[in-house]
T-cell receptor, first 114, second 117 residues
Framework: GDSVTQMEGPVTLSEEAFLTINCTYT??????LFWYVQYPGEGLQLLLK?????DKGSNKGFEATYRKETTSFHLEKGSVQVSDSAVYFC?????????????FGGGTRVLVKP | GAVVSQHPSWVICKSGTSVKIECRSL??????MFWYRQFPKQSLMLMAT?????????EQGVEKDKFLINHASLTLSTLTVTSAHPEDSSFYIC?????????????FGPGTRLTVL
């Protein structure tokens, strides 16, 4: 079945540091890929998505490129802020997903210190 | 973005009682609503998918008689945890897919923390 693996946290960074969160997936065909973010005390929010190979999703300074050859969708941000402290989830929606079900990775907690 | 609310935000109950959690889409109609369970420091586990007016589809291993889902309208779905036990303590999250929106887009509620004593 479909699965998503992402690096375990917590990841602790200083403000303005470069952030990378690795995400790899297993699925048949070409799934859609997502990054969701969960800020403290809030629900998950869609951060960015990519629906086909080589697509780059971007939002709020974050980027991720859909790499079919390496089955990866790594999240990057060039200069993080304290407000980026949150839990980040990589997810996929399979090609044959009935009812548009999402499969989530384990989540990566990011803490940005001033 | 779309707004999804959950009520209550947290609940504490005694073992053996039933608890109902509501999920509402506030500014749109939802074709499909999903219920997830999230354990501490772990990922979201899909429990069931519900469509308005039809029976929910439960994931393998989820007891449908224990976790009753009612999708009564295009803006409301409820999850009832029947005869709750301490092992049911968890964070329950709903998400919705809007009518007429991208079918790959889900909007999440803030979650409900259930503690069973």
């Amino acid at each position: 079945g479909d699965s998503v693996t992402q690096m375990e946290g917590p990841v602790t960074l200083s403000e303005e540091a470069f952030l990378t969160i690795n995400c790899t997936y297993t699925a048949t065909g070409y799934p859609s890929l997502f990054w969701y973010v969960q800020y403290p005390g809030e629900g998950l929010q869609l951060l960015l998505k990519a629906t086909k190979a080589d697509d780059k999703g971007s939002n709020k300074g974050f980027e991720a490129t859909y790499r079919k050859e390496t089955t990866s969708f790594h999240l990057e941000k060039g200069s993080v802020q304290v407000s980026d402290s949150a839990v980040y989830f990589c997810a996929l929606m399979g090609v044959k997903a009935a009812g548009n079900k999402l499969t989530f990775g384990g989540g990566t907690r990011v803490l940005v210190k001033p | 973005g779309a707004v999804v609310s959950q009520h209550p935000s947290w609940v504490i109950c005694k073992s053996g009682t039933s608890v109902k959690i509501e999920c509402r889409s506030l500014d749109f109609q939802a074709t499909t609503m999903f219920w997830y369970r999230q354990f501490p420091k772990q990922s979201l586990m899909l429990m069931a998918t519900s469509n308005e007016g039809s029976k929910a589809t439960y994931e393998q291993g989820v007891e449908k008689d224990k976790f009753l889902i009612n999708h009564a309208s295009l803006t409301l779905s409820t999850l009832t945890v029947t005869s709750a036990h301490p092992e049911d303590s968890s964070f329950y999250i709903c998400s919705v897919t809007p009518v007429g929106g991208y079918t790959d887009t889900q909007y999440f509620g803030p979650g409900t923390r259930l503690t069973v004593l």
